[in-house]
């Protein structure tokens, strides 16, 4: 059967290929960190790695490595079950008690991802006479997750608390009406205003949701994500966030939230029943990740730093970068195949990034998405404008 749809897959490849959208897998050799060495494709060699989420550079932590090490003889490997069977161990429900208290919530359930998290809340607390509200530039697993729902599905403009308000009073006839965002829009560093949703959550009686996979850890006075920082972690009814990305880098999400939402979720969520428990050596390192961010400033007044400093520098050399103060920096190029071209230059300078362009942003705002990290230097973000100050000329711009 395959021969009949070989050649319509392959020309759907090279159509990609054409339109320079086609996105190769670099191979990194070494463990993830400020720099890494690329053992395949482009330039091989060590170089600085300005595209991983390893905000708070915790992903090669030696404090983290010696947690998950004990763990891996004191736990085990795996758990090769689900949670209700035979696959919670007491450091799955020490974890879940941990961000319960770190996120301010009532009770924590975890998944294998925060992909899955989100995937499993809307159909479990929503039905055909619900309605969510969600932001238009939500994460793509927010987006999966609301179709699996059978509740009306109603949109507002990125951030636009006028639009916002327009839905919540189009969808009052609803019996439950759920307002979805993410904290921090991974493609634009912007932050979402969550006092405004919770006020007009609080006037229109809706429970609000947010996914706050690149906030918390580090954002916040006390790393606790964009409900901290607006002041609103007790207006907030549902958080979902992951382990993959500041809170240590390896993979794992979770949903904090009201205690009845979470049992509610324990026996209805399909890809929390239907997947295997998060690895114990993941859990294990995720409390000793938790005890670094909780006992010390340090590592998120480093990222602050080098975020300004990366900002800063950019902007003096001529380059267009959204405005905001997150360590996502999108350096806006437009063009996906000349975003590309750049990356490809930077690689062959040292610098690691990658060339961000649809469908992962709209057409014609492709862009080179520079994440800053804890782990980084000073010298690291000096020589990172260099490269691209050095690469932009190299491209006849």
């Known amino acids: ?111 294998s991802s925060c992909f899955d998290a989100n995937g499993g809340v809307f159909e479990t607390l929503l039905g055909a006479e619900d309605a969510v509200i969600s932001d238009a530039l939500n994460h793509a697993s927010i987006i999966d997750g609301i179709r699996l729902s059978k509740a009306r599905r109603h949109r507002y403009a990125n951030r636009d608390m006028a639009d916002l308000e327009k839905q919540l009073q189009d969808t009052q006839d609803a019996r439950r009406r759920l307002i979805v965002t993410d904290g921090v829009f991974s493609m634009d560093g912007y932050v979402a205003p969550l006092r405004e949703i919770c006020d007009l959550a609080d006037r229109y009686d809706a429970m609000v949701m947010v996914d706050d996979s690149h906030a918390v850890g580090f954002v916040g006075a006390g790393g606790r994500g964009t409900p901290e920082l607006h002041g609103v972690m007790d207006r907030v009814d549902i958080i979902t966030g992951t382990l993959g990305k500041a809170l240590g880098g390896a993979s794992g999400g979770y949903v904090a939230a009201r205690r009845e939402i979470v049992a509610l979720l324990r026996q209805r969520s399909r890809p929390y029943l239907f997947s295997n428990s998060l690895a114990p050596v993941i859990a294990a390192a995720s409390l000793k990740v938790l005890d670094l961010v909780e006992q010390s400033n340090e590592l998120r007044e480093r990222l602050a730093a080098n975020t300004a400093l990366f900002r800063t ?22 063009d996906a195949a000349r975003a590309g071209r750049l990356a490809e230059l930077l690689l062959e300078r040292g610098v690691y ?45």
């Open 1 to 111: 059967m395959f021969d009949n749809v070989r050649a319509d897959v392959a020309a759907t490849l090279d159509e990609i290929r054409e339109a320079g959208l086609f996105k190769p897998e670099r191979v990194i050799g070494t463990p993830q960190s400020a720099a890494v060495t690329v053992t395949g494709g482009g330039r091989p060699g060590e170089v600085l790695n300005f595209c991983a989420n390893n905000y708070l550079g915790l992903a090669d932590h030696p404090e983290v490595l010696a947690a998950a090490k004990d763990a891996l003889d004191r736990w085990g490997y795996g758990m090769a079950s689900v949670r209700f069977i035979c696959g919670t161990q007491d450091v799955h429900k020490e974890l879940e008690d941990r961000l319960s208290a770190f996120l301010g919530q009532e009770d924590t359930i975890l998944y």
């Open 353 to 397: 990034v990658i060339g961000f362009s649809y469908p992962v942003v709209p057409h014609g705002q492709a862009r080179i998405r520079v994440q800053l990290s804890a782990a980084h230097s000073t010298e690291d973000v000096e020589r990172a404008v260099a490269a691209f100050v050095d690469a932009r000329a190299a491209l006849g711009e």
């Open 313 to 334: 520098r950019m902007t003096e050399a001529g380059f267009e970068i959204l405005p905001g103060d997150h360590p996502i920096a999108p350096v806006m190029i437009g």
